[in-house]
């Protein structure tokens, strides 16, 4: 078995005025096992409290996430009471003497969702539709204000009754376009 070694020179070196001992030999091996996992526990307490750590997990880290594509989290969701160590306890020995309420409580115990409840569809399509929606509404109404208040003109003169009337007097003796309800109510004698 190939054993990957370090070994340091326990001297002393001086660094100014201070003199700075080096640690004796250390010696890195492959071959030993890992650390037992009391170590992660106690590197990550603050996070997982009293929570079983029951395998791998996602990159090695005790956490727990509810994923299709990682279905058995590292850690349990809660942490064992009095009443789920009994189950475990019973779960160990014949499956046939677990009630399926036991079976629940162990499997809540164990996991936060089933799979169906964490892959069903959710409505967060409907919040981020109607938010777009409402965004448009109000891009829309300060567009038209600002257009309102940037484009303030005075009415062209030739919407006028005056001028309307004469444009419309133009058509009619022109003969432009078919004039239907307006020519019949036109007086051609007097103009």
Same mark, same amino acid.
């Given at each position: 078995?190939?054993?990957?070694?370090?070994? #340091?020179?326990?001297?002393?070196?001086?660094?100014?005025? %201070? !003199?700075?001992?080096?640690?004796? *030999?250390?010696?890195?091996? &492959?071959?030993?096992?890992?650390? *037992?996992?009391?170590?992660?526990?106690?590197? +990550?307490?603050?996070?997982?409290? &009293?929570?079983?750590? #029951? =395998?791998?997990? @996602? %990159?090695?880290?005790?956490?727990? /996430?509810?994923?299709?594509?990682f279905p058995?989290?590292?850690?349990?969701?809660?942490?064992?009471?009095?009443?789920?160590?009994?189950l475990r306890?019973?779960?160990? !020995?014949?499956?046939?003497?677990?009630? #399926?309420?036991? $079976?629940?409580? @162990?499997?809540?115990?164990s996991f936060?969702?089933? /799979?169906?409840?964490?892959?069903?569809?959710?409505?967060?399509?409907?919040?981020?539709?109607?938010?777009?929606?409402?965004? @448009?509404?109000?891009?829309? +109404?300060?567009?038209? =204000?600002?257009?309102?208040?940037?484009? &303030? /003109?005075? %009415? *062209?003169?030739?919407?006028?009754?005056? %001028? @309307?009337? $004469?444009?419309?007097?133009?058509?009619?003796?022109?003969?432009? =376009?078919? +004039?239907?309800?307006?020519?019949?109510?036109?007086?051609?004698?007097? =103009?």
């Open positions: 078995m190939l054993q990957y070694q370090c070994r #340091v020179d326990a001297s002393t070196a001086a660094v100014g005025s %201070k !003199s700075v001992v080096q640690q004796s *030999p250390v010696v890195l091996d &492959n071959t030993k096992p890992p650390p *037992p996992l009391d170590a992660d526990r106690m590197r +990550m307490h603050p996070r997982i409290g &009293n929570r079983e750590i #029951v =395998g791998y997990g @996602l %990159k090695g880290r005790p956490e727990y /996430f509810d994923l299709v594509m058995c989290p590292s850690i349990r969701w809660e942490a064992d009471t009095p009443e789920i160590a009994e306890k019973k779960e160990k !020995s014949d499956w046939k003497q677990v009630s #399926v309420e036991e $079976k629940r409580q @162990l499997y809540r115990a936060r969702q089933t /799979f169906e409840e964490f892959t069903a569809p959710t409505g967060v399509w409907k919040w981020a539709i109607g938010w777009s929606l409402i965004s @448009l509404a109000g891009l829309i +109404m300060a567009y038209d =204000g600002w257009r309102r208040v940037a484009y &303030n /003109f005075d %009415k *062209p003169d030739s919407l006028t009754e005056e %001028k @309307l009337k $004469k444009q419309l007097q133009f058509h009619i003796a022109a003969r432009q =376009g078919p +004039m239907r309800h307006l020519s019949s109510k036109w007086d051609y004698e007097t =103009g």
